[in-house]
């Protein structure tokens, strides 16, 4: 008898805003070559459309794209619309604004609030969408967000976006936000051994609020942009064992247990990685493997 494949619905239902989506989804970072950016080897163009319409087919139906993730050659944006398009309803693509690069690839000055209309225009040029479904502002500049985030709650307002988020941010971000328009989800860098002082407590802020918490790096760690580094604590690879699963599937698992708000976007452009990926949203852990990973003193 073949083997089940484990599909997304295994993780469960959150709602963004009056979108539901499967808890675990799927960052496209990752879709354009072997690292972010223009680290790494570009990827092979038939497998990441490959990627992208395996992971439809595995009940993935929340990607996580922008407009700046592209390598010398494969924008993701791009990719996700020749594999996707026309796009199923249920599809949601959550892409996100503010930092941006020029062609040959260099960062670009933060944007002024006048500025974030023509990157939303250029997210939707990019996909081949009228409205964008979920638009995070990623912020990475000091100071208030209040005219850039009403930048955004104005193109909301127009019919260009459904719903708004915000990506590395702090409580007081949070609440600044609200007071101008709803913000559905937010995503900061979150996992086993990479947690911010008073991360779980943001984390949990979110719940209360309704908001979906939706780390990224979460199988990366500390490798950030470049992926995983190969080496591994020995807590992970003691519950990975047990569970005759690979350590990145117990990372997987561990940031869903974290609350029902908490959904994962795991980034690959290997098909065998994606279905690992959507498999660990069926993996359960024990409260004791949970005390265990999130221990203080996680070491390598």
Not at 18 to 24: E, F, G, H, M, Q
Not at 141 to 164: M, Q, S, Y
Not at 226 to 242: C, F, I, L, M, Y
Request: with cysteine; net charge negative; aromatic share 4%.
């Amino acid at each position: 008898m073949p083997a089940r494949t484990i599909t997304a619905e295994a993780a469960g239902t959150w709602k963004l805003g009056d979108l539901t989506v499967n808890r675990i989804g799927l960052g496209a970072m990752r879709l354009t070559g072997s690292a972010a950016f223009d680290l790494g080897t570009p990827s092979d163009r038939d497998r990441s459309i490959t990627v992208l319409r395996r992971a439809i087919e595995l009940g993935v139906n929340h990607i996580d794209t922008a407009a700046f993730y592209f390598s010398s050659l494969r924008s993701a944006n791009e990719l996700i619309n020749r594999a996707l398009a026309p796009y199923a309803d249920d599809l949601v693509i959550v892409t996100k604004v503010g930092p941006s690069r020029d062609a040959a690839g260099t960062w670009l000055p933060w944007p002024t609030p006048e500025q974030l209309r023509g990157q939303v225009e250029e997210n939707l040029r990019q996909l081949g969408r009228d409205h964008l479904d979920v638009v995070n502002l990623r912020i990475n500049a000091p100071g208030p967000i209040a005219e850039h985030f009403g930048a955004l709650a104005e193109l909301r307002d127009a019919g260009l976006i459904r719903h708004l988020g915000l990506s590395n941010v702090r409580a007081e971000h949070l609440a600044e936000a609200q007071a101008i328009a709803p913000v559905v989800c937010v995503q900061n860098r979150y996992g086993i051994d990479a947690r911010r002082p008073g991360a779980d407590d943001f984390l949990n802020l979110c719940g209360e609020q309704g908001i979906a918490f939706v780390p990224f790096f979460a199988i990366a760690g500390e490798g950030r942009e470049s992926g995983a580094t190969g080496a591994e604590n020995a807590q992970v690879r003691a519950v990975a064992d047990a569970h005759g699963v690979s350590s990145a599937q117990v990372r997987l698992a561990w940031t869903l247990h974290q609350g029902p708000h908490v959904l994962a976007i795991p980034g690959t452009g290997n098909p065998d990685h994606l279905t690992a990926n959507v498999a660990a949203g069926a993996l359960r852990l024990t409260e004791q493997e949970m005390t265990l990973l999130s221990a203080p003193d996680v070491e390598a």
